[in-house]
């Protein structure tokens, strides 16, 4: 699994957007929203964060689009 920035993974009902990644550490935003600016922001190891993603799918930029708004 490649993880980039700005990627939005969905988990359940919650939306996962990775907002700062680096070597060890990823900083994500999990919201209700794929296309909304709120939600609260989490700080976990890059293992903590790949077994969260566990059941995740990756979002296309089409599917985010086409999300309804908040």
Known sequence: MKLKQSQIWK???QYLRIVRLERLEVE???M???NTKKGTHHQVSKKEFCR??????LLTDV???????A
């Open 63 to 69: 599917e985010i689009f086409l999300a309804p708004p």
């Open 28 to 30: 994500y935003k999990s």
């Open 32 to 34: 209700n929203r794929p």
């Open 11 to 13: 988990q359940g009902d």
């Open 52 to 57: 969260l993603l566990k059941g995740a799918t």
